[in-house]
Structures are given as C-alpha cells and as structure tokens.
C-alpha cells in the first residue's frame, strides 16, 4: 500500500531529525453545517489547526458566532461572492478582468473589511481566489488592499505577494467527484513533503466541507490519525506562516 510510503517518508525524516510542515485549508464556508461541524470535530480531535475560506458577500455573524468556541481555526478571504465572470469557453473564474479592474479590486477590499470585522484576531489577511484563479494584473494590487499573502492550488511561485498553497487536492473533481484513492493521495503527500523539505516549504491539504463523501472523511481521520504526535511532521497554521513574514 502506498500508505507504506507516507509513513515511511515521515519515519525516514524523523531519523534525520527533520520535520515536515502540513497545513489544512477548506474552502467555501459560508454558514454551519453538519459538514462543517464533522471537520471541525476531526480538526479538534487531532489538534490539526484549519483555515477556513470563507466567502464574504453571502456570510454573516451566524457563521462566526458558530467558530467564536473553537480553537484553532483561522478565516482567510475567498473571493468575494464565489461568482463566475468568465466566459462559457473559459475555464469559472471571479478574480479576472472580465470586470472593471477597480470593481474586483473593490470587491476584494470589501471582502477583507467584512471579515476583520466579523473575526478579528481569529482573521488572516491572506486570499484564497475561487477556483483558485486570479488574474496577474490582481495580484499585483493585493498588498495594497491590505493582503499578506496568497493561496491557491499548486506549486508556490515569485508573485509580488508571499504565497502559501495548497498542493494536494482530497476530491476528484474532474472524475467521479468523490474522494481520490487514498493510496494515490498518501503517494501525493510523501513526493511533496519529500520535495518541500528541499524548498523548505509547507505541504498543503485542500478540503471542502459541502462536497466530502465518505471517502474522503476516512481518509482524513486516517491521514490525521498516522500524523499525530509524530516526530516528522508537524502541523502548522497558515497565522503561524503569515506571522514569520516581515512586516
């Protein structure tokens, strides 16, 4: 089983006195759920600290008076509506110049005043673009608007603004739409980690909530499980990240 090969990557960096950095980001909240509640619970009972993407324009105090108990648990910005603005032989996306470059700019400001405003210490002034697709000419704005850093899904690159992505995606989106084979997703974590170790980078997991079967909440539990408490990995916050950036 690749399982082998993931706790055998950690095994190996524990031997070397090396510890890998995870990271948990999950996309798409808006109001609770059950779903959310269950990772929420997975998220406590492991003490995995989680980033929560939530969407601005539709959120509210419910959403946030719901977190306000748990612990662990920071909110970044995704987006501002989850809408798509592209055309229909284009790949969803809201943060491009399909609009005005001061409406979405616009937007993004707004998002990042409403949620400071509803979360406040619990807040981190990273992006997380819908789809995760953001057109250059944005991200380029980004510090000016009040952003510290960037996430989006793959390999870390030299933006103007620090990022911290997300690298192994737990759902089939362009199959079945359930959760990956777990052997193929261990596979996935252990080259990236064995990879971020050389960049001294973060490996990140990418969840949502709203679209886990089965699948995919047992091979969390599995993942967070195999993880805990051992010495070659640790998992770490993406406030804890973002808080090593210079100012």
């Known amino acids: ?10 095994d190996d960096f ?17 109001l609770p759920s059950a779903a959310l509640d269950r990772l ?19 959120t509210g105090q419910s959403l946030a008076d719901h977190l306000a108990t748990t612990k662990n648990i920071d909110v970044a910005v995704h987006g501002w509506a989850h809408r798509n603005h592209a055309g229909p032989d284009e790949k969803k996306r809201e943060l491009g110049l399909h609009r005005p470059l001061e409406t979405v700019t616009g937007e ?3 998002g990042l005043v409403k949620l400071e405003e509803l979360y406040g210490t619990r807040f981190v002034s990273m992006l997380v673009p819908p789809w995760n697709r953001i057109d250059d000419a944005i991200v380029g704005q980004l510090h000016d608007l009040g952003y510290r850093a960037l996430s ?17 995606d737990v759902i089939d989106w362009r199959g079945t739409r359930g959760g ?19 960049a001294s980078g973060m490996t990140g997991i990418l969840t949502h909530h709203l679209d886990h079967d089965e699948s995919v909440w047992t091979f969390l539990k599995r993942l967070f499980a195999i993880t805990l408490d051992h010495p070659g990995c640790r998992w770490r916050s993406s406030r804890q990240w973002i808080d090593q950036l210079s100012p």
Not at 14 to 30: E, F, G, P
Not at 155 to 160: F, G, I, L, T
Not at 183 to 196: N, S, W
């Open 1 to 10: 089983m690749t399982e082998k090969l993931f706790r055998d990557t950690l």
């Open 14 to 30: 524990a031997s070397k006195n090396i510890v890998a950095d995870l990271w948990l980001r999950d996309d798409d909240a808006v």
């Open 152 to 168: 989006v899904y793959g390999p870390e690159k030299m933006d103007p603004i620090s990022e911290l992505n997300t690298h192994v």
């Open 40 to 58: 929420l619970g997975l998220s406590s009972e492991f003490s995995v600290p989680m980033t929560l993407a939530v969407i601005p324009q539709p």
């Open 108 to 110: 993004l400001r707004a």
């Open 180 to 198: 990956k084979d777990h052997d193929l997703l261990f596979e996935e974590l252990a080259l990236r980690m064995q990879g971020a170790h050389h």
